[in-house]
């Protein structure tokens, strides 16, 4: 019995030492020691002030909460840069009334990302979620914060898994 407990926690560590580039977080063998994300500017036809600032600390956050990369204001090998280009709201379900009973905000971001050191790895592209809530409500206060939590952890982390999550 003992030998088949220490032949069953060999074979557990070697299987494990075995995956050496693997982390929980799921992020490749990055030789990237810094980042920095530049200020994302509200090019969008409607602006809810603030919105820019909110989706550049979020993408910050996110970062370094499941990376080992260090935040910097400059010369960083990985840079996220871009533009807020849509916050829309649209009406999604009526009543037989013909009134709007859903609406739907839409926020999109165009997201350039640069690896300074492996080219290869750059892209620019649009990420883009939304969330509906009831149209009898106004999208202000804790509507639109929660909105904006939604939307802003699902795009954050969209752009996180295209850039780093090398599954």
């Known amino acids: 019995m003992r030998k088949i407990k220490i032949l069953l926690a060999s074979t557990l560590l070697l ?35 603030g919105v820019e600032l909110t ?19 400059s010369g960083g090998e990985l840079i996220y840069e871009g533009e807020i280009t849509q916050f829309r709201v649209t009406p999604m379900t009526a009543t037989a009334d013909q009134r709007a009973a859903q609406n739907r905000l839409t926020i999109t971001v165009n997201v350039r990302y640069i690896n300074t050191l492996n080219e290869e790895d750059n892209f620019e592209k649009p990420f883009s979620f939304f969330y509906d809530y009831p149209a009898a409500s106004l999208l202000s206060g804790s509507v639109l914060n929660t909105a904006l939590d939604e939307i802003f952890e699902r795009i954050t982390q969209d752009i996180f898994n295209e850039s780093l999550n090398k599954w």
């Not at 494990?16 to 036809?45: H, P, R, W």
């Open 15 to 49: 299987t494990l030492s075995s995956c050496g580039i693997y982390n929980f977080t799921g992020v490749g063998d990055i030789k990237a020691k810094t980042f920095q994300v530049n200020y994302f500017q509200n090019n969008a036809d409607i602006v809810e002030p």
């Open 55 to 73: 989706f550049t600390r979020r993408l910050q956050d996110l970062i370094q909460n499941q990376t080992n990369l260090t935040l910097t204001n």
